[in-house]
């Protein structure tokens, strides 16, 4: 296929899209929402407090890499987490991981590589900003397929080399949007090796790693570590929105190289919108506290349960690692959300819509991803009439 080379030629977002798809019929049922990565838990209740504490930040301009006591109190975050050692001057706090997914590779992926265009590479389906940030960059979007076949991660090592040669960048997302998958540490550190031998860098987008349903996901700095990896080769991107439930905070921070981290810095101090120290008063807060976080994740695991009751004895249903979207196979994912939609009134997102059409083929295309963030009670309605209208 030819590959988009302008905005004008990507396929709408997926959320416009589904309202497209949807808004001009009628609900059949009572509407229900499972589409939106939204949480919906509570945040904590300190989070107003330190608000109060800190409003007369809004009079100053904040530091671009973000402030001193927010880098220290991520450092010591990723110390009791994954057991590795990031200083202040490998961390830049970012506004929300999106963005950090976006700009990063505008700072760090030159060009030209080897005298060629080069190449990002992706899983598909993928977060769209990774392949945003691609095709602004001038690189070429490589999407390798992330499906039942691979273990719905992406296989990097099976490129051509004349690929790999030409990589800057490889996207890793664990746990994985959509498919709720993780990456185990031996496909991390041979993922690191693949990025050695062929001289590129490794994103990784962990927003979701703090919701797990049996264990924590490993993360790639304390892989990285253990492997006495080049930490250049490294770039970990993580937020609190899911973590601990304030989207609209829009605060998350970057790891990486010190020399990475310069020359991101460097680019958000020219171009970047820096997090209002208010804000970063309040992440400061919420890295230091973990009962938060734990109370967050056992109410995703108790929905987990819930999810592996009612599709219990489905045939090809599977719970994921982490996260907390269900990936449910079906024929067709945009004929299975009209259907739904018009029956029973709950929206659903088609896989397809997450996903790009490569060779006429589109991974995503018989499977809808539900979102699991609204309380118990109403997620577990939605489950049982995607069951019963779906599965039945």
Not at 130 to 157: H, Q
Request: hydrophobic fraction near 40%; include cysteine; proline fraction near 9%.
């Amino acid at each position: 296929m030819a590959f988009p080379e302008r905005f004008s030629d990507l396929p709408e977002y997926a959320f416009p899209r589904l309202r497209t798809l949807l808004d001009h019929l009628p609900a059949g049922g009572t509407p229900l929402s499972m589409t939106l990565g939204e949480p919906q838990h509570p945040f904590p209740e300190f989070v107003g407090q330190a608000l109060a504490e800190s409003l007369g930040g809004f009079a100053k301009y904040p530091p671009a890499e973000g402030a001193p006591g927010l880098l220290s109190a991520i450092s010591g975050w990723i110390g009791r987490r994954y057991g590795a050692s990031v200083p202040e001057n490998r961390l830049m706090v970012a506004n929300g991981s999106k963005e950090a997914l976006f700009n990063a590779l505008l700072a760090l992926s030159p060009e030209m590589k080897n005298g060629k265009r080069p190449v990002v590479l992706m899983p598909n389906p993928f977060f769209p900003v990774y392949m945003i940030a691609g095709l602004t960059g001038g690189a070429e979007p490589v999407y390798v397929p992330a499906g039942a076949s691979t273990g719905f991660l992406p296989d990097y090592r099976s490129l051509p080399a004349e690929i790999l040669d030409r990589t800057t960048v490889a996207y890793i997302c664990s746990p994985a949007n959509p498919q709720g998958v993780v990456a185990s540490a031996e496909y991390l550190a041979d993922l690191l090796d693949l990025a050695e031998k062929h001289d590129f860098q490794v994103f990784c987008d962990e927003c979701y790693s703090e919701i797990w349903r049996l264990t924590p996901p490993p993360g790639l700095l304390e892989v990285a570590d253990r492997h006495g990896a080049d930490p250049e080769r490294v770039v970990v991107f993580n937020s609190l929105s899911k973590r601990s439930n304030v989207p609209g905070l829009r605060t998350g921070f970057v790891a990486g190289g010190v020399k990475s981290i310069k020359e991101m810095r460097q680019l958000k101090s020219y171009a970047g919108a820096a997090v209002p120290l208010p804000l970063q008063a309040v992440a400061e807060r919420l890295y230091q506290d973990e009962d938060h976080v734990v109370a967050n994740r056992a109410l995703y695991q108790a929905k987990f349960r819930d999810a592996e009751a009612v599709f219990a004895g489905h045939q090809g249903v599977t719970m994921p690692d982490g996260g907390f979207f269900l990936w449910l196979p079906v024929e067709d994912g945009e004929a299975a959300a009209v259907k739904l939609w018009q029956e029973t009134g709950v929206r659903v997102l088609p896989g397809a819509y997450l996903a790009q059409t490569v060779n006429g083929e589109n991974p995503g295309k018989e499977y809808i991803r539900a979102a699991l963030v609204a309380p118990a009670d109403e997620t577990r309605r939605g489950l049982e009439r995607i069951r019963d209208c779906l599965y039945g």
